[in-house]
């Protein structure tokens, strides 16, 4: 099977979750400035789910620039971290509106914590058809940013119960983190 139909159902997936999560900023109540006070939680919490979703969406598309071939396996591993991804409107606007509450921001760095596994289950899947020495295998490589943000996940659901804004803060240092481009996949492509 071609990557194309993969490609274009992960695109169409991911535009209906940013959809999704953009529907739920409502209008502040009020016409002046202080309306918006409000809001700046739920619009963080947006904006933090915005650069993931943006985040996966790149590193899907440059990830599959390498592929081949899809099989049955690579269709299931994509569909387990479209699932995980499909979660982040319902947590993002769980956790704007809590303000950081501890439930709310542990579950949020759970759903982080899935994407990173789904994520990784799909890389090896692919790698595992393609082989080690295929272009998303040497692309790849050790994968040290996807084995930190796990820590740094589960990092940040134990201490929602202590310290949630600190928890918000490790999550947001992991996708500062990842908007640093990796060239690996793009340079190996062009050879």
């Known amino acids: 099977m071609g990557k194309g139909r993969v490609e274009a159902f992960s695109d169409g997936v991911i535009a209906i979750i940013i959809t999704i999560m953009v529907l739920e ?13 409000p809001m700046i939680p739920v619009f963080l919490a947006y904006v933090l789910s915005f650069l993931y979703v943006g985040i996966y969406w790149n590193n899907h598309h440059h990830m599959f620039h390498a592929v081949q071939k899809v099989t049955g396996g690579v269709l299931w591993a994509n569909l387990h971290l479209l699932f995980w991804l499909s979660l982040l409107p ?11 509450a501890a439930w709310p921001t542990a579950l949020y760095g759970l759903d982080l914590f899935m994407c990173a596994i789904a994520y ?19 692309a790849l490589g050790r994968d040290f940013k996807g084995k930190i943000s796990v820590v740094i996940y589960l990092a ?19 996708a500062v983190m990842w908007l640093v481009p990796d060239s690996r996949i793009e340079q190996l492509v062009k050879e």
């Open 25 to 37: 900023l409502k209008v502040p109540e009020g016409f002046e400035l202080e309306a918006l006070r």
């Open 120 to 138: 990784f289950i799909l890389t090896h899947v692919l790698i595992r058809q393609h082989g080690p020495d295929s272009t998303i295998a040497r």
């Open 90 to 100: 319902a947590i993002t606007h769980w956790i704007g509106e809590s303000q950081l």
């Open 156 to 174: 940040g659901v134990a201490l929602a119960f202590v310290v949630p804004w600190m928890s918000a803060a490790l999550y947001t240092f992991c």
